[in-house]
């Protein structure tokens, strides 16, 4: 089936940067979009970034101007720069990938998710 594999989460102190990246593999027929989203203890899971495959981007409003989303759409994967951290960007980060599978079917992935912790 298709798997999601996060890495780069980590820890870092405030204003500090990390690169998150994220690959799709497995039986996908094509990917319509891929993102970020970031869940901190006691919050929702929100949308910290998304990439169409054709590159059109989208971020909240917290991080704009901080986080730059990017893809490489051969090898189904996004990456998300994080610069100029702060504490409450501190979460566990999970990719997204909206996608159609090898049988035609459009579906939403999940990976396991990559914590990030942004401490002094």
């Known amino acids: 089936q298709v798997q999601l594999v996060e890495s780069g989460g980590g820890l870092v102190q405030p204003g500090g940067s990390l690169r998150l990246s994220c690959a799709a593999s497995?039986?996908?027929?094509?990917?319509?979009?891929m993102g970020w989203y970031r869940q901190a203890p006691g919050k929702l899971r929100d949308l910290v970034a998304r990439?169409?495959?054709?590159?059109?981007?989208s971020y909240a409003d917290s991080v704009k101007g901080r986080f730059t989303i990017s893809r490489d759409n051969a090898k189904s994967t996004v990456n998300l720069q994080m610069n100029s951290l702060k504490p409450e960007d501190a979460a566990v980060y999970y990719c997204n990938a909206d996608l159609i599978d090898s049988k035609w079917r459009r579906v939403d992935y999940w990976g396991k998710g990559t914590l990030v912790t942004v401490s002094s």
């Open positions: 497995g039986s996908i027929f094509s990917v319509n979009a």
């Open positions: 990439i169409t495959s054709g590159g059109s981007a």
